[in-house]
Every structure is written in structure tokens, then in C-alpha cells.
């Protein structure tokens, strides 16, 4: 009996130990080694990514186990042999991930930990690799989630909330509780799915924090202080007067400009074609359909609607006598391929389908489908209809589509080939996704096919669109990969709340604003976004939103924030795109942005602005010293804090403490502390003077050259600089300096010898210099163009002409003193034609081998001097509060 006994004792010790080893080891990773996938891998490694990059998934078990190209990623309790612990502690020259950085040596060792202890926690997965998922095949295609339509959700009542909430708290509690999060639909499902695992949800948040949440989702722009007071003091209760002021802001023009920019995003808007050789890469008056969107959403124009005009709008509105022509942009102003048909096709297809249906009918182009029912035929079969789909330019606006006349067949293109012709196929809608197979046979079919995507029955158009709404609004989607609701999709956790928003959305009219202000008002939007430590136990990525997500503003809100507080806002409503990066700075919104497809300025790439190559559901959101170092060191933040600092200072001038409570009111819509006002204060007062701004060293600018005398009568800087140089104004030839330009390595000479062009350069100090320089002009026509190095003191040093032809212009043993001008100065000779140069030098100080290299130090814009005022009204801009909503 004793044996037994011991040995039953044994038993239940080893049983429940390993019960609560294997609890350790799940909870490990759930807190230590999945947020680390998540922020470094998942982007390119997860069923949300896509077609994963080395066909590895490392969201699920079978995924890390199973592997991908490479094999398996980790074999559990053998951390040396899975490649994964190679890459991300580098050891491997060629596989290093993640590519950003290298991850730090005590985050490696709890990876290295986690896989010698059975690599425990990771969900199940599908039990296959991402190669092996199986094909959901048509027939079968019921059996996916969003592949069935949409059900209405049984609403729990009060008291099932009050039973659930009673296993957490006193009855008391939990009436309290129920009542105060349960007035919606939404809130009630949600709250019973938080309940169910042990979740309550966060209280609500100040009215401060509530109304900058509105002001920022709903127009992209912050609240004054002014308007912050007015709702804090509104007297009805807080649903109450949020309601109001959720009405209020739809109806502002700003409305239509913020979701506008959303939408710009699904539609990849771009001013300008990408790459076409020596075409014209402009889309003249691209601008028209951002327009467009503007006023759509600002109307609140029904969602089916809104579809229904961006795919067909030609056929409702075919002289644009109701202003609808523009939509056609959805389809029209994507990349150009260098005119590749196919090409083009295969992007408007990816538009349209992933970005109104959350439907991959792209990866059909060359073979069935891997993962969805979607097959080669249902992909040729959309392909006809934009083949029938002709661009006819001109008025009333260039870039619309018109059915052909002629209908021509679609053939299966066998792998992809255009010279691979397969089976014809009739231009129709996706098969398992339609009730019958009937082709369509109005023109082209684009009115037809827009009728498939909005009809009721389509189980997919209504969730994309309010999960892509929800997504803006709670800053995480209910569906983690909004534009690819397929076959590697699982269901949303949240898939009622998904489904009752969807069906809500239909009955109310396909109205974008009712669901806006549906999910404004309930409960789940106005909670507080601060961590409960027992919620993150739990639910670490608030997957049902126990708290609002903290989130950061967007570039275009940034920008526009920063331009409204410093008073600098154009709120001017549509209208050409302008380029906001080059100087003279733009004060128009940033929805208008001149967006350059084959030059996106990296100003917009730093803030993680959408690339316009192809549709992008969501924008990543990075980190890097890039964006510090904007707001810190640009011209454009330093003229702002300069402005609003004399704005201040012109109105609160009696004291450095009243100068100081302004500036934070302005800018932060709040007064200081009073830990912030004395070092504010400090900051004034530590120095009475500016910043120092260093001399520059070059410049650039134009001048009379008298060739006779070989002087040069005058000297002024070009006053505009544009993404290709220093020149006269925006556009060349400039009415006033005609075609004077200067770039890095060279320019284009003035329209006659008042407008010479010159590189000036500045000496630090006394030596002796060589200079060593190539002048080519290039063209095969015109008189060539006219160099000439001028010293201060003596005049003309050397002078060389090229005219269809590279001249060397090297100098040397030329004394210099500190602060004296050398100029490089090329003129037109007689004729201004033909006059595109490049000149380039290198000048060397003789004894110390110091350098400066024109074609590396083209200069920027002449810097103002910030005194101490500025110093603050910059730091203020540059700060968390001013870059996060919460």
C-alpha cells in the first residue's frame, strides 16, 4: 500500500507539474518571444503578410516547426539545429534577420531558451507550412467564414451581461458595469466576449483626450484649447455632447479631406504615371478625383454608390454633367508599366478586387490560385472586361474609360504569356462568389461588374469597408489582413461584431458617416488607452479591446497640425496638387500633395506614407532618427517655430511667464505644469542670444558677366529651389531669370549674359588652392556655353568654351584668403538654346589636402538664426504630445 501510495503521489506530482511547466512555457512566450515576432517578422512572415517571404509563416506552430524554403525554422528543445537562432543572432553572413537591426543579445538568449524548453505557446496553425496550405476549392468555399454571408448577431441582454459580470464582481459592480458599457450593439458583444475570458474594460476617457480623438480621426487636425474648454464644459452628459460634436465634425468640409487621404491609400493616387521612357509622366489634373473623393465623402455619398461611380461612372454620368467623370481615377491613375497592357490590367484587377473586396484575384494571373477558389479562368474572365475598357483622353477629363465598340474575347493567357493563348473565356464575375454564370453583356461589363461587387449578396464588399472604417477609427482592424479576406484568413475574433456592422451598414444605405458615428459613440471607442497589467495577462494585443489603442498621428496630420497651431494653415478646400517639400514651403493641406510615383520624396517615406506603386490596406508605422531629425533640424519646422513665436510674442508680451503659458496653450491647446513652465523658463533664460547658423560655403546664383572685361558687374542669390536646383521660380524658364538653373553637376545658363550663372565659393581661410573641374556640354546643337573661374582681388583666372564637347578646367597654385569668393561662371555666349551644361569641381587646399566637392554640396536654403523663443515653440513641436492623439 505504501508503494502504491507513493506511487499514485508521484503520479499526481508529475502530471500536474508538467500541467503547470507547460502553463509557464505557453504564458513565456506569450509575453516574452511573440510581441518580439510581432514587431520584427510578422510584417513579413505571417498568414497577414501574404505570400510570406520564403513561403515561411512563424505565426503558428506548424509554421515554425514545418518551415519554409529553408527548412524548419526551430526544432523544438534542439535550439542549435532550426536556422532561426542562426539568423537573429547573425551568425550567418547571408541570412541575418530581422534586415532593420540586429535583435539584443538578452532578447536572442530568451529565443534560445524558449526553443531548449520545448518552444511551447505558439498557436496550433493549420498544421502545414505556407507552402502547404490546401486549396479551398469552389465548391468548398462555404466553408470559410467570409466566403458565407453575413449573420446578424444575437445580442446578449442585460442580464447575461449581469450573470457574466457577476463571476468578476458584487452584484453592485457588475450593474454598474453592464449599464455603463452596454448601451450599442457593438459594446454589448464585445463586452460579453471580454467577460468571458475574465476582461472588464477600461473606463471612459477624459473629455480632453475625447475630444482630441474626434478632432484627429474626423478631420486630422487638433482641437484649440479654446474648443477643448467648450466641450469639457458642455453641460448634457458626455454621450450626449459627444454626439453632438461628432455631428458637428461630419459635417465639416475637413471631413471628406481626411477620409479622402484614407481612400487615396486603397486607390494608390499618384500625380504622375512612374517610369514611361521619354513620355510625359504627368497625369494632367490628377487632382480632379481626389477632388472628387472629397466631396464624396463630405456628401456622404451611399457606399455602393461610391463603387458603383469609381468603376463605371462613364456609363451615369458620360459628359461629367454631375461632376462624377473623375472617379474614374480609382482605375485610371495607377502605374504605368511602360505601357504594358497586361501590365495595367493586372493592376486595375488588383485594385478592384483587393481593394473592394479583400480578394487576392492577382495571384491567378499565371495558375489557379493557391489558397482560394479563385481560378485562371475567373481571373482572364475580369481581364476582358478591362480589355474592353478603352482610355479616350480629352475633355471633359483626360483619364476616364469608355466600353469599346468592338468587344473583343478573352483567351486564357497559359502561364501568364501574352503568347500563350488558351481557351476563350466570357467576361463574368468571380464564380463561386456568384449564383449563377451568366456573362455579362453590356459593353464591356464594367456596370455589370460593379453591380456584383455592390450587391447584398456579395458577402464581402460590406465587411472590407467596415473593417477598413473600424481599422481608422480603433487603430487595429478586426480583421488583421484587411485586403485579404481569403482562404489564409482566419476568423476575426471579433467576427460578430464584424457581421452585425456589416448587415447595419447595408440596412442603413451603404451611409459611410452613420458607421463613423456609430462606432464614435459606443463605449469601446471612448475607453481610456492606459495598460492594465491583469488585461495584458490576458489579452496583450487587446485583440478585444479591454482599451483603446494608443496610437501616433499620421504624416499628413503631422503636417497639418503643425501648420495650424503656427496659424500657417491654407484651409482652402480642393484644388491642384502642390509640392509641399520644396521651397517656397506650401501651406495647403497635405491631402493635396504633389505625389511623384517614380520619386516619392524621402520626406514622405521617413513618415511612412503609403508608396503609390499599388493599393496599400495599411500604412506601417516606424521609429527611425530620420523623423527627429526633421523636426529638429528642417527649415520648415524652424521657419514655423520662428512664425509662431513672433505670433506669440506680438500678443503676450507682459512676462516671460505669460510668453510661456501662451506658447504651450497655442501648441499644445494646454497650459504648463509647473515642473514644464520653470523649464520652459530655464530654457529662455539660459541664453539672451540665437543659435549660431554656420556660414555656408557655396553658393548659388546669377549675375551680369561682362566678357570684355572679364567681371562680373553683379551678384544675386537664385531665390527658389526645386527638386532639380537652385532656379528663378517654380516653373522654368522662370518669367524674370528665364532659364537660370544650377544643380549639382551643372545647370543651364541664363537667356543672355545679365544672366549668367554662378557657383560661389567661399574660403574658410588663407592658402593656397587647385582646382580641378570637367565642363561638358552635351548637346548637339546650339553656340555652346562660356566658363570662367573670377577671383575677388584679380579677376579672371581662367576661362575655358565647350560647345558640343568635354573641356578639362583645372587651375592650379591659386592663393586665397579667408572669406574670399572664387566664382564659377558660365554664360550663354550669344544664344541661349542648347544650353544645358555640366560643370563640376573639386578645390583642394594645397598643404592640408582639405576638400570641397561641388557635385556632393549643392546648398540648401539660407537658415534664419532661432533665438531662445524658438528653441521652445520648436521643442514643443517636436514632442510626444504633439505626435500622439492619446
Given at each position: ?12 506530482a508529475?502530471?500536474?507539474?508538467s500541467?503547470?511547466?507547460a ?27 501574404g505570400?510570406a ?13 514545418g ?25 550567418d ?20 531558451k ?5 518552444a ?11 507552402s ?6 469552389p ?5 470559410h ?23 468578476q464582481a ?10 455603463s ?13 471580454q467577460?468571458?475570458?475574465?476582461l ?19 478631420i ?36 471628406g ?16 504615371k ?13 487632382y ?24 463605371a ?6 459628359n461629367n454633367?454631375?461632376?462624377?467623370l ?8 495607377g ?16 485594385v478592384?478586387?483587393?481593394?473592394l ?8 494571373r ?18 476582358g ?29 497559359i ?16 464564380r463561386?462568389?456568384?449564383s ?15 453591380a ?7 458577402p ?11 481599422l481608422?477609427?480603433m487603430g487595429?482592424?478586426?480583421v ?5 479576406l481569403g482562404?489564409?484568413?482566419?476568423p ?26 456609430r ?6 471607442y ?15 494585443e487587446?485583440?478585444l ?38 521651397v ?7 491631402v ?24 496599400s ?17 528642417s ?11 513672433q505670433?506669440?510674442?506680438a500678443r ?32 529662455i ?5 540665437t ?21 562680373l558687374?553683379?551678384f ?15 516653373q522654368?524658364?522662370d ?44 548637346a ?17 583666372v ?19 584668403k ?21 560643370w ?24 534664419e538664426?532661432m ?16 505626435a500622439?492623439?492619446?
Amino acid at each position: 500500500m505504501r508503494t502504491a501510495a507513493f506511487c499514485l503521489l508521484g503520479w499526481i506530482a508529475v502530471t500536474f507539474g508538467s500541467r503547470a511547466a507547460a502553463q509557464d512555457s505557453v504564458e513565456f512566450y506569450r509575453q516574452r518571444i511573440e510581441p518580439v515576432l510581432k514587431k520584427s517578422c510578422f510584417e513579413c512572415h505571417s498568414h497577414a503578410s501574404g505570400e510570406a517571404s520564403g513561403q515561411l509563416m512563424l505565426d503558428s506552430a506548424s509554421g515554425l516547426t514545418g518551415g519554409g524554403t529553408r527548412g524548419p525554422a526551430i526544432v523544438p528543445g534542439k535550439p542549435d539545429e532550426g536556422w532561426l537562432l542562426k539568423a537573429i543572432s547573425y551568425a550567418d553572413t547571408d541570412l541575418q534577420m530581422p534586415p532593420t537591426g540586429k535583435l539584443p543579445d538578452d532578447v536572442i538568449e530568451l529565443f534560445r531558451k524558449w526553443i531548449a524548453d520545448g518552444a511551447q505557446g505558439a498557436p496550433a496553425g493549420s498544421g502545414m507550412s505556407a507552402s502547404g496550405i490546401k486549396r479551398l476549392m469552389p465548391e468548398q468555399a462555404q466553408s470559410h467564414w467570409a466566403y458565407r454571408a453575413p449573420q446578424a448577431a444575437v445580442i446578449p441582454s442585460r442580464e447575461e451581461l449581469l450573470l457574466l459580470a457577476r463571476t468578476q464582481a458584487s452584484q453592485e459592480e457588475a450593474s454598474a458595469l453592464v449599464d455603463s458599457f452596454a448601451e450599442s450593439r457593438i459594446d454589448r458583444l464585445i463586452l460579453a466576449e471580454q467577460l468571458a475570458v475574465g476582461l472588464t474594460p477600461s473606463p471612459m476617457a477624459d473629455r480632453r483626450s475625447l475630444a482630441r480623438r474626434v478632432y484627429y480621426d474626423l478631420i486630422g487636425l487638433p482641437p484649440t484649447e479654446a474648443q477643448l474648454s467648450a466641450f469639457t464644459a458642455d453641460p448634457r452628459p458626455t454621450p450626449a455632447a459627444l454626439t453632438a460634436w461628432v455631428d458637428s465634425l461630419l459635417a465639416s468640409p475637413h471631413f471628406g479631406e481626411r477620409f479622402a487621404r484614407y481612400w487615396m491609400d486603397i486607390a494608390r493616387y499618384a500625380d504622375t504615371k512612374g517610369y514611361v521612357f521619354q513620355e510625359d509622366r504627368e497625369y494632367k489634373q490628377a487632382y480632379r478625383y481626389r477632388d472628387w473623393l472629397i466631396s464624396a465623402f463630405n456628401e456622404a455619398l451611399p457606399y455602393d454608390q461610391f463603387v458603383r461611380a469609381q468603376l463605371a461612372a462613364d456609363r451615369a454620368d458620360p459628359n461629367n454633367e454631375h461632376g462624377q467623370l473623375p472617379a474614374l481615377g480609382f482605375l485610371t491613375l495607377g502605374r504605368r508599366f511602360l505601357n504594358n497592357k497586361n501590365d495595367i490590367i493586372d493592376d486595375r484587377l488588383d485594385v478592384v478586387t483587393r481593394g473592394l473586396m479583400g480578394m487576392t484575384l492577382a495571384c491567378a494571373r499565371c495558375h489557379d490560385h493557391k489558397y482560394d477558389p479563385v481560378s485562371q479562368a475567373d481571373y482572364y474572365s475580369l481581364y476582358g472586361v478591362f480589355q474592353n475598357s478603352e482610355e479616350p483622353g480629352g475633355e471633359p477629363w483626360p483619364h476616364r474609360l469608355k466600353d469599346a465598340e468592338s468587344i473583343k474575347p478573352a483567351h486564357i493567357l497559359i502561364r501568364g504569356s501574352p503568347g500563350n493563348r488558351g481557351d476563350e473565356v466570357p467576361p463574368r464575375f468571380v464564380r463561386f462568389l456568384s449564383s449563377d454564370e451568366t456573362s455579362f453583356t453590356d459593353g464591356s461589363g464594367r456596370l455589370e461588374l460593379a453591380a456584383k461587387i455592390t450587391n447584398r449578396d456579395n458577402p464581402l464588399t460590406a465587411r472590407v469597408m467596415v473593417n477598413r472604417i473600424w481599422l481608422r477609427l480603433m487603430g487595429a482592424s478586426l480583421v488583421d489582413s484587411p485586403s485579404d479576406l481569403g482562404a489564409r484568413c482566419p476568423p476575426p475574433k471579433l467576427q460578430k461584431v464584424l457581421d452585425d456592422l456589416a448587415i447595419e451598414f447595408m440596412d442603413a444605405q451603404w451611409d459611410i458617416k452613420y458607421l463613423v458615428r456609430r462606432l464614435m459613440t459606443s463605449a469601446v471607442y471612448q475607453q481610456l488607452s492606459v495598460d492594465r497589467a491583469s488585461a495584458v495577462a490576458i489579452d496583450a494585443e487587446n485583440s478585444l479591446y479591454w482599451r483603446m489603442n494608443r496610437r501616433r498621428v499620421d504624416f499628413e496630420t503631422l503636417r497639418d497640425s503643425l501648420l495650424q497651431v503656427t496659424g500657417q494653415l491654407d484651409e482652402r478646400v480642393s484644388g491642384p496638387s502642390e509640392k509641399i517639400h520644396e521651397v517656397p514651403f506650401s501651406n495647403r493641406r497635405t491631402v493635396y500633395a504633389y505625389i511623384d510615383r517614380q520619386n516619392l520624396p524621402g520626406l514622405f517615406r521617413n513618415f511612412d506614407v503609403a508608396s503609390p506603386d499599388s493599393h496599400s490596406p495599411i500604412r506601417l508605422q516606424t521609429t527611425v532618427p530620420q523623423q527627429g531629425l526633421y523636426l529638429l533640424n528642417s527649415l520648415f519646422i524652424g521657419k514655423l517655430a520662428t512664425h509662431v513665436e513672433q505670433l506669440v510674442g506680438a500678443r503676450h508680451a507682459p512676462s516671460d511667464t505669460e510668453r510661456a503659458r501662451a506658447m504651450f496653450s497655442a501648441i499644445l491647446a494646454r497650459q504648463p505644469d509647473s515642473t514644464e513652465l520653470e523649464a520652459a523658463l530655464a530654457l529662455i533664460h539660459q541664453t539672451d542670444g540665437t543659435v549660431p547658423i554656420a556660414s555656408p560655403r557655396w553658393l548659388c546664383g546669377y549675375g551680369h558677366f561682362d566678357p570684355e572685361q572679364n567681371q562680373l558687374l553683379s551678384f544675386a542669390e537664385l531665390p527658389y529651389l526645386g527638386d532639380n536646383g537652385w532656379r528663378g521660380g517654380s516653373q522654368l524658364p522662370d518669367s524674370k531669370l528665364g532659364w537660370c538653373l544650377l544643380t549639382k553637376t551643372g545647370g543651364h545658363t541664363g537667356n543672355d549674359l545679365q544672366h549668367a550663372v554662378v557657383r560661389r565659393w567661399i574660403a574658410p581661410h588663407d592658402g593656397t588652392i587647385s582646382i580641378k573641374g570637367k565642363l561638358n556640354h552635351k548637346a548637339e546643337a546650339g553656340d555652346g556655353v562660356r566658363a570662367t573661374i573670377l577671383s575677388s582681388p584679380q579677376g579672371k583666372v581662367e576661362q575655358w568654351q565647350a560647345k558640343h564637347q568635354e573641356q578639362r578646367t583645372n587651375v592650379t597654385g591659386l592663393s586665397v584668403k579667408a572669406g574670399q569668393a572664387i566664382d564659377l561662371v558660365t554664360d550663354c555666349v550669344g544664344d541661349p538654346s542648347h544650353d544645358s551644361f555640366e560643370w563640376t569641381v573639386r578645390i583642394q587646399y594645397d598643404s592640408t589636402g582639405e576638400t570641397y566637392d561641388s557635385s556632393k554640396e549643392l546648398p540648401g536654403p539660407k537658415l534664419e538664426p532661432m533665438n531662445a523663443w524658438s528653441q521652445l515653440a520648436q521643442a514643443l513641436l517636436a514632442s510626444n504630445e504633439f505626435a500622439f492623439i492619446d
